[in-house]
């Protein structure tokens, strides 16, 4: 099964910077995996999501990377800004499921320094 | 905003308390998810109902159970409550793929 993880690492950054979020899996039958960004005192938000099938997805200002053959995810945030100071988890559907339970990687706290 | 409600936002008791948690989805949700997010455990899955039926169950404890009523919202209730169930919890639901989640409510047990 997925890990859920014990600690959150942190990753600072310049407001301006390109930022690196990277997430890896155990599960090689996952065939779905999504980004969600959580701010304090808040639900986890939706970003981008990347279908087992595709190496590279697009959105505005992120960027999904999904390398199956080592089992690891990235999310690449362009031009950080202060608003996305925040902890982002990957999720994946661990594709051995009849429905849709999502399975939550480590968060990743993200600072983002002006 | 996500459109789903979850109250209370803040629910502070005692330890051996039950509580309720409910959750009001958008309008046609038919799936409601439960989740758990504690500092040591993270986000957990805890039980699935669709359109009135439970459909899964995740890591949840046999103190805790779940409803989801004809007018689709759904109810976590939470019994017995210890220390270790202080967490956030929300309430999630179905997009095309993917999950979006309520606001939560925070739990503290004390």
């Known amino acids: 099964g997925e890990s859920v993880g014990l600690h959150l690492p942190t990753l600072s950054v310049q407001e301006g910077d390109n930022s690196i979020i990277n997430c890896a899996y155990s599960n090689s039958a996952s065939d779905y995996f999504i980004w969600y960004k959580q701010e304090s005192g808040k639900g986890p938000q939706f970003i981008i999501d990347i279908r087992s099938n595709m190496d590279k997805r697009q959105g505005q200002r992120v960027t999904v990377l999904l390398n199956k053959t080592v089992k690891h995810l990235s999310l690449q945030i362009a031009a950080t800004q202060p608003g996305d100071s925040a902890v982002y988890f990957c999720a994946l559907n661990p594709g051995n499921t009849g429905f849709q339970k999502l399975v939550f990687g480590t968060g990743t706290r993200l600072l983002v320094s002006p | 905003d996500s459109g789903v409600t979850q109250t209370p936002k803040h629910l502070i008791t005692a330890t051996g308390q039950r509580v309720t948690l409910r959750c009001s989805p958008r309008s046609g949700d038919l799936s409601v998810y439960w989740y758990q997010q504690s500092l040591d455990q993270g986000l957990q899955f805890l039980i699935q109902y669709y359109n009135g039926e439970e459909r899964a169950k995740g890591n949840i404890l046999e103190r805790f159970s779940a409803q989801q009523f004809p007018d689709l919202h759904s109810e976590l209730n939470l019994s017995s409550l210890e220390l270790g169930d202080s967490a956030l919890y929300f309430c999630?639901?179905?997009?095309?793929?993917?999950?979006?989640f309520g606001p939560g409510t925070r739990l503290t047990v004390t």
């Open positions: 999630a639901w179905d997009g095309s793929y993917e999950q979006y």
